[in-house]
């Protein structure tokens, strides 16, 4: 089954690459597909983090390089 890719808006919460989303946005997504475009088109892979469907929350890890900081 193929699905259309879900977008949605969250922000980079820590320096290492943590993202704050919504739940409904990640899911459903399938392991080692999820990526993520940050402002001005830079594009990482990412892992869920943490999913809780009570508060609508989820954090995601992005890959990043090393030593790659997020301000």
């Known amino acids: 089954v193929m699905r259309a890719p879900t977008t949605g808006s969250g922000f980079v919460a820590t320096a ?3 993202v704050v989303t919504s739940y409904h946005v990640v ?13 001005g088109g830079k594009n990482y892979k990412a892992d869920v983090e943490y999913l809780d469907p009570k ?6 890890r992005l890959h990043r390089r090393p030593n790659e900081v997020f301000k």
Not at 27 to 39: A, E
């Open 16 to 18: 290492d690459g943590r």
């Open 27 to 39: 899911k459903d997504v399938q392991p080692g597909s999820l990526s993520v475009t940050l402002p």
């Open 55 to 60: 508060t609508e929350l989820a954090v995601l």
